[in-house]
């Protein structure tokens, strides 16, 4: 199996990658997806890199997303609250530059991560929760095969302005 596509490869996070991810998750302009409220600092960067470089112990890892043409990152996607027992995890997709959205480099990114979890992980069920404004996510994970599955209202904040979250799953294997 591998998990590189025709726009993007899926690969570890190497520590060289710190610097990048810092800028990354300290930009405002992500912190509304990502539910930080204060700027991360670059120890906590690679405090982060190697707690998840065991993912049966941390319940969580994150790939860089890089172009196959130009082996340039462009994101992360992330697995997280990750359950053995139950087969199932969440992901979170970041593409973290304006220029780079819009091209298929998160649909591809979510289509090889989602079968590396069925395939390698042995996962039976991937979910998302997504802000209930973002509609590019929301049309990301429907283009995936993911269904909306609930809604809670006002759920979350920004700014002072509540949102609602929505949660979307997608089955990777049926029931035996």
């Not at 405090?47 to 994150?62: A, P, T, V």
């Not at 359950?83 to 979510?110: M, Q, R, T």
Request: hydrophobic share 40%.
């Amino acid at each position: 199996m591998s998990l590189r596509g025709s726009l993007v490869t899926l690969r570890a996070v190497e520590k060289d990658d710190a610097s990048t991810i810092f800028m990354w998750e300290n930009n405002p302009a992500n912190w509304k997806v990502s539910n930080t409220e204060v700027p991360f600092s670059l120890y906590d960067i690679h405090q982060l890199i190697e707690q998840q470089s065991d993912i049966r112990k941390s319940g969580q890892m994150r790939l860089v997303i890089q172009t196959s043409t130009e082996d340039r990152p462009v994101g992360v996607i992330d697995l997280y609250d990750l359950n053995f027992k139950h087969g199932y995890a969440a992901v979170g997709i970041l593409i973290a530059a304006d220029a780079d959205k819009g091209k298929g480099y998160a649909s591809e990114a979510l289509r090889l991560f989602s079968t590396y979890c069925k395939e390698i992980l042995e996962l039976r069920n991937l979910y998302c929760q997504i802000h209930g404004d973002n509609q590019a996510s929301v049309a990301l994970f429907e283009k995936a095969g993911f269904e909306h599955v609930g809604t809670r209202k006002n759920w979350l904040r920004f700014k002072n302005e509540y949102f609602d979250e929505l949660t979307y799953q997608l089955c990777l294997k049926n029931k035996n």
